[in-house]
């Protein structure tokens, strides 16, 4: 007796308004090595919307990503949520410890952590209980606590060791669901987008959006189960936390 045809894959990428975002869609929908047979996309400007000051909204999304899946016969194997926060209207990352402003903090903790564990909340249930799935957040380097040398960007620093926690928790509890499911951390090095743009600085590598992704999407089709909880650069290289 053979066994039966694997169903189809679906790749789900969250934040995918942003430039990392719209790039790890645009590389999971064309053709070659990184095409997924579904692609679905989520953002504050998708129909449905998410908005992570609103769980309902995260909560709906979920359902509407099942259905999807169900429709196209297709299992959820890959989750990407590359949303973030750095600056803004609600403020900018502090350089020392007079700039900290709690409106700021609320703000930049719940889109970079809050938000994601939301995420994990609704959408990890809907990967298989079978068989290799990923899912990916986009952290930063600068959310290590162990390779935090320079100091500043309180917000953001903690917000995604926060987030770091989340992901390493969360790998915990999906691998007694699926041994063979992997949560991991990732950080995709500075990136040419909106959230990066007003501190690159000269001599730093900033990497196009495309290349960030294409990297991003080598690395996780690397991975193996060791690596669940993991912070991971663009590289395959394991950070401290």
């Given at each position: ?5 694997p169903?189809k894959?679906?790749?789900l ?6 430039g990392?975002?719209a790039?790890?869609v ?5 053709p070659?090595?990184?095409a ?15 908005d992570?000051e609103d769980?309902?909204?995260?909560a ?10 169900a429709?196209?016969?297709a299992?959820l194997?890959?989750l990407?949520?590359?949303s973030?926060?750095?600056h803004?209207?609600q403020?900018?990352?502090e ?6 402003d709690a409106?700021?903090?609320s703000?930049?903790?719940?889109i970079n952590?809050?938000?994601p564990?939301?995420?994990m909340k609704?959408?990890?249930?809907l990967?298989?209980r ?12 600068v959310g290590?606590?162990?390779d935090?040398?320079?100091g500043?960007?309180?917000g953001?620093?903690?917000s995604?060791?926060?987030l770091?926690?989340?992901?390493k928790t969360a790998s915990i509890?999906l691998?007694r669901?699926?041994?063979e ?6 950080h995709?090095?500075?990136v040419?987008?909106?959230?990066s743009q007003?501190?690159?600085?000269t001599?730093l590598k900033v990497?196009?959006a ?6 991003l999407l080598?690395?996780?089709a690397?991975?193996?189960p060791t690596h669940?909880?993991a912070?991971v650069d663009?590289q395959g290289?394991t950070?401290p936390w």
């Open positions: 007796m053979t066994s039966p045809e169903g894959a679906a790749a990428v969250i934040g995918a308004g942003g990392l975002g790039a790890l645009e590389a999971l929908a064309a070659g090595p990184h997924m047979d579904s692609v679905l996309a989520l953002g504050r400007a998708t129909q449905p919307a998410i992570y769980e309902a909204s995260l709906n999304a979920a359902a509407w990503v099942a259905a999807q899946c429709a196209q016969g299992q194997r890959l990407i949520v590359a973030g926060f750095l803004g209207s403020g900018q990352p350089r020392s410890l007079s700039h900290l409106d700021y903090l703000h930049v903790f719940r952590a809050i938000g564990a939301l995420v609704h959408f990890l249930p990967l298989p079978q068989g290799r799935c990923v899912a990916g957040f986009v952290s930063a380097k290590s606590i162990g935090n040398a320079l500043g960007w309180y953001y620093r903690a995604k060791a926060a770091n926690q989340f992901v509890e691998k669901r699926n041994p499911a992997l949560c991991v951390a990732l995709p090095g500075t040419d987008t909106a959230l007003p501190f690159a600085k001599g990497r196009p495309r290349e960030a992704a294409t990297d080598g690395v996780l690397a991975l193996t669940s909880g912070l663009y290289q950070l």
